[in-house]
């Protein structure tokens, strides 16, 4: 077997052209456009990058590639825990164990001779809202930026030694449904009818005022958990230049109290129902003008919440429901949406598990984010929970 680390373009093809012999019988994989998750490896493009380090690797055996892999490193995540932690991700690897293993060992080498004492995986080289977190339940086609797999991955991280760090659960909500809990919708309307709450939804025009408001929420909501990692602007910035194709400016929604920012809710509509018209993964300026056409129609019939946040103070207030009426109207409104998928919720945070399922969600797909420690005598700790 060889692991061989990706410097050219033809290796490059090599790491994305590998997915395609994983999954060619599995009709739920939808493949991701080759130029975003390419991005992620770009540090003119993922400002992350620019505070950490990347690297990857192909596994070949007989000839064939057999595996893939990717290790990074970034000092906004890796000094938050008890030991510096990097990550590993975009794993993809046959059914065989010894193959994984290589994988894992040739990330776990670099990232210690990077300074790193642990990796947590599969997650992404910036943040959590995409490509985050091993698929454990719930094998159905995934909306855009959530990670699909196949079920034996599982066992391949296990036996390596990854233990859970957190579990994430994604509910599935029709929120114009006449059947969902009236008293929840009664408190909705009244708290978010209250004086001095006024509610916005994004524009494009003021997004530098909305991204400044985004990171005082997130930091005072977030700062005191071990998940927390400051949000750099221009990490925003690019996320929204990149996804302006199918972003809807009412999907994105702000709370202020007396005009100070104190809650936000963001959500995306399902790209994957575009992209899996263009299963080559690769984009052209054809495609592009099909992919815009397509969103024209109509054909994205699902949306998916990828962040919501509260500072403290506001958090027993009704605030998060408040969105939650917001944004019904707009669905009322846009009826060709009928399926709202809220992804990810971390196993950490029982209070927004509870406004999920208070709200209505069904719980339908798990992942889970794993952490390996190098040092094996090393005591495990999970995740804390986030205390009311």
Not at 21 to 33: E, G, Q, R, V
Not at 104 to 125: C, H, Q, R, S, Y
Not at 186 to 192: G, L
Not at 317 to 334: D, H, N, P, W
Request: with cysteine; aromatic share 16%; hydrophobic share 40%.
């Amino acid at each position: 077997m060889q692991l061989i680390q990706v410097t050219n373009k033809k290796l490059i093809h090599a790491f994305h052209q590998l997915p395609y012999s994983i999954y060619k019988h599995d009709k739920n994989w939808i493949a991701p456009l080759r130029m975003m998750i390419e991005d992620i490896f770009n540090p003119e493009k993922n400002n992350t990058l620019k505070k950490g380090k990347a690297s990857r690797w192909v596994a070949y055996k007989e000839g064939k590639p057999v595996g893939r892999i990717a290790a990074f490193h970034s000092s906004n995540y890796a000094h938050q825990f008890d030991q510096p932690t990097g990550g590993v991700g975009f794993f993809e690897c046959i059914d065989e164990q010894e193959v994984a293993d290589a994988l894992f060992n040739v990330a776990k080498k670099w990232l210690t001779a990077e300074g790193m004492e642990a990796m947590d995986g599969p997650i992404n080289i910036g943040e959590n809202f995409f490509h985050w977190g091993l698929l454990v339940d719930g094998f159905i086609p995934q909306t855009f930026g959530m990670n699909y797999n196949p079920a034996y991955y599982h066992k391949l991280w296990n036996n390596y030694g990854f233990k859970t760090y957190y579990q994430q659960f994604s509910y599935n909500l029709d929120i114009t449904s006449p059947d969902l809990p009236e008293r929840f919708w009664k408190i909705a309307a009244w708290t978010a009818k209250k004086p001095g709450y006024t509610f916005e939804n994004f524009t494009f025009r003021n997004q530098e005022t909305y991204i400044r408001d985004f990171i005082d929420i997130y930091d005072q909501a977030w700062s005191k958990h071990d998940n927390y990692k400051p949000i750099d602007p221009q990490d925003l910035r690019d996320m929204i230049s990149q996804s302006k194709l199918i972003l809807e400016e009412e999907f994105i929604w702000f709370v202020y109290k007396e005009g100070v920012p104190i809650g936000f809710f963001m959500m995306i509509p399902d790209a994957n129902q575009l992209i899996k018209y263009f299963p080559s993964g690769k984009m052209n300026l054809l495609k592009l003008i099909r992919l815009y056409y397509l969103k024209r129609r109509k054909v994205i019939n699902r949306c998916r919440v990828i962040v919501m946040g509260v500072i403290p103070k506001f958090q027993k207030s009704g605030i998060e429901s408040a969105i939650f009426y917001q944004l019904r109207q707009v669905l009322l409104r846009k009826d060709w949406y009928n399926e709202m998928e809220l992804s990810w919720v971390g196993d950490f945070n029982p209070k927004m598990i509870s406004i999920f399922e208070a709200v209505g969600g069904k719980k339908t797909i798990t992942h889970q984010t794993l952490r390996y420690l190098f040092d094996r005598e090393k005591e495990f700790k999970r995740s804390a929970i986030i205390e009311d």
